[in-house]
């Protein structure tokens, strides 16, 4: 499949950006040979994903204005973007998504995809500061399983972000998120996640049975 732009993945973002989506399964072939090198040792399921996102990446950058190159992974996993340029793509099955910006518009962005309501109540101690569980409990019963998502995807996409400044690694415990209000059809809400250095506003969506959260480190 081909990935597409995504006005919908961009409009949570404060300042320009361009951003791709793909729903369903991404195409290796489409790949740059660089991109492809060392999968078959992958499982088909990463394979898949990984296209994905780098389906996704490319559109983005076209959006941009800027040629599609071959994304490869730095040494912590980021994609080494072409100069001048952030980035951060994310996938989960069914749905992969990437966003890219001009550095001097974003010091650094983060997006995450998570499958709405697919963060199970045991796990919730390992994700959810204290506060964060008391304040889940105090939710209604039918909402708390997206909510949690929400705060997973929250918390990865601001690790993401505040990663692309600091390169420090956090502990889902070092990040507390706030969120007053869930999003409805194709309407965003705010969400804002603070660790011990940073406080970052982001926007959460509903894409279809995905939660997509994205956050921006003004520049």
Not at 55 to 61: D, G, S
Not at 127 to 146: S, V
Request: hydrophobic share 40%.
């Amino acid at each position: 499949m081909s990935a597409r732009g995504s006005p919908r993945i961009e409009a949570l973002f404060a300042q320009p950006v361009a951003a791709a989506e793909l729903l369903g399964e991404g195409d290796p072939q489409v790949l740059f040979n660089a991109e492809r090198g060392g999968q078959q040792r992958w499982a088909r399921k990463r394979v898949l994903e990984f296209a994905a996102g780098r389906q996704c990446a490319h559109e983005a950058l076209r959006r941009l204005g800027v040629a599609p190159v071959p994304l490869l992974a730095r040494p912590d996993r980021r994609p080494e973007w072409p100069p001048g340029i952030i980035g951060s793509i994310s996938h989960c099955r069914g749905f992969s998504t990437a966003v890219v910006a001009r550095t001097g518009v974003l010091r650094s962005l983060g997006v995450d995809v998570e499958r709405a309501g697919a963060v199970e109540p045991e796990l919730w101690p390992r994700i959810l500061t204290p506060t964060e569980q008391q304040w889940l409990q105090a939710q209604p019963a039918g909402a708390q399983r997206l909510l949690a998502s929400i705060v997973f995807s929250a918390k990865e996409s601001f690790y993401k972000c505040q990663y692309g400044v600091t390169e420090r690694f956090l502990e889902f415990g070092q990040a507390q998120a706030r969120l007053d209000e869930l999003p409805r059809d194709d309407a965003s809400c705010a969400v804002e996640v603070s660790s011990a250095d940073v406080t970052l506003a982001g926007r959460c969506l509903l894409v279809g049975d995905w939660v997509c959260t994205a956050f921006g480190w003004p520049a």
